[in-house]
T-cell receptor, first 114, second 111 residues
Framework: AAGVIQSPRHLIKEKRETATLKCYPIPRHDTVYWYQQGPGQDPQFLISFYEKMQSDKGSIPDRFSAQQFSDYHSELNMSSLELGDSALYFC?????????????FGPGTRLLVL | SQQGEEDPQALSIQEGENATMNCSYKTSINNLQWYRQNSGRGLVHLILIRSNEREKHSGRLRVTLDTSKKSSSLLITASRAADTASYFCATDAGGAQKLVFGQGTRLTINP
């Protein structure tokens, strides 16, 4: 079965650079979530989109922005990168949360900021 | 974690034994989910239990939910080396779309 696809899988950036992470949800899933997992930490919710509209917002820095496109893929844009942004970034997708609560996670993008 | 804590933080057992992990949460929930994460990899969904359910089974997994105590447990029976991973519980924190994760239990199965 098709799963959530994330790209790139690994990314190395310098401080103050920008990064764009991409997420392709499972076909027919219309809701996308972004999570950040620091080393040895539990995943923390950043932001979610349902039908291309932002549906919920968590602890996402102002330096980060995200959007969901007409084909339901999503991009997380990160600017002015800091050392503390080094983490594993997960995208998850689900059907309309009103119908299906299970979130299916992608393999993650490992971002290292030097 | 802002929502819950998992107990124990680390568990090491022999292959074939049963492993029990506990999770507590703070707010009311509609459902609670358990995920597995192999080292540095993605989160694999294991099981979802709704707030009106008390117990659920899936293969070698058994999950219980006690909403009066705001706690859940995950039991893995007849453990295998491949079960070595971190296990997280996650709640919808009262109906929000986002998942709120516990701190995770790092399970090691010794052959």
């Amino acid at each position: 079965a098709a799963g959530v696809i994330q790209s790139p899988r690994h990314l190395i950036k310098e401080k103050r650079e920008t990064a764009t992470l991409k997420c392709y949800p499972i076909p027919r899933h219309d809701t996308v979530y972004w999570y950040q997992q620091g080393p040895g930490q539990d995943p923390q919710f950043l932001i979610s989109f349902y039908e291309k509209m932002q549906s919920d917002k968590g602890s996402i820095p102002d330096r980060f922005s995200a959007q969901q496109f007409s084909d339901y893929h999503s991009e997380l844009n990160m600017s002015s990168l800091e050392l503390g942004d080094s983490a594993l970034y997960f995208c998850a997708s689900s059907l309309d949360p009103g119908r299906e609560e299970t979130q299916y996670f992608g393999p993650g993008t490992r971002l290292l900021v030097l | 974690s802002q929502q819950g804590e998992e107990d124990p933080q680390a568990l090491s057992i022999q292959e074939g034994e049963n492993a029990t992990m506990n999770c507590s949460y703070k707010t009311s929930i509609n459902n609670l989910q358990w995920y597995r994460q192999n080292s540095g990899r993605g989160l694999v969904h294991l099981i979802l239990i709704r707030s009106n359910e008390r117990e659920k089974h899936s293969g070698r997994l058994r999950v219980t939910l006690d909403t009066s105590k705001k706690s859940s447990s995950l039991l893995i029976t007849a453990s295998r080396a491949a079960d070595t991973a971190s296990y997280f519980c996650a709640t919808d924190a009262g109906g929000a779309q986002k998942l709120v994760f516990g701190q995770g239990t790092r399970l090691t199965i010794n052959p």
